[in-house]
């Protein structure tokens, strides 16, 4: 994450917030995201739009999208200022920004663990990570780290304990 490295804001909570914001704008399902040089490639299952009568209708489809550093940063605007605006409540199973939170303790577990390279992979709420580790005494290389929907709702579930109790932080 080279434009966010070094500033307090701009971290993988927030950047992961985002865009699982933007995933939940676009309806995208069982995710796919890729940190690239300069962005995030990510892909999701959606719906077709919903018009003319097609023979498509109801099958889902496979939608990419490139995200440069620049949107995202863009994305992260929006969120804040949205934030500022609205008061978001905790979500629980079902809730339409179901991605925006589950991204958001995803960054957050990233951030206290200084993890980099990111990959990872959703499936019906499941989340496998693959992320590089690079820290003094530890033998270096990528890492596999999997949470369960059960787990995502619970960490959702704690996060105001962990921002000091303010559920829109």
């Not at 676009?26 to 962005?39: D, R």
Request: cysteine-free; glycine content about 8%; aromatic content about 8%.
């Amino acid at each position: 994450m080279r434009i966010y490295e070094g500033s307090p804001r701009q971290d993988w909570e927030e950047v992961l917030r985002s865009i699982g914001a933007f995933a939940d704008r676009e309806q995208l399902k069982e995710l796919l995201l890729l940190e690239l040089e300069g962005g995030f490639l990510v892909q999701g299952l959606t719906l077709p739009v919903s018009g003319a009568a097609s023979d498509s209708y109801g099958t889902l489809t496979k939608r990419t999208y490139e995200l440069t550093d620049e949107q995202v940063a863009q994305l992260m605007e929006e969120r804040i200022a949205l934030r500022e605006a609205t008061t978001d409540s905790i979500p629980t199973e079902g809730v339409s920004n179901f991605y925006e939170h589950a991204s958001r303790v995803i960054g957050a577990y990233l951030d206290k663990q200084s993890q980099r390279d990111l990959f990872f992979f959703e499936q019906d709420g499941s989340f496998v990570l693959r992320v590089l580790v690079v820290a003094a005494g530890s033998p270096g290389g990528h890492h596999l780290v999997e949470f369960t929907r059960d787990d995502i709702l619970a960490m959702i579930a704690a996060a105001p304990e962990h921002r000091g109790g303010d559920a829109t932080a």
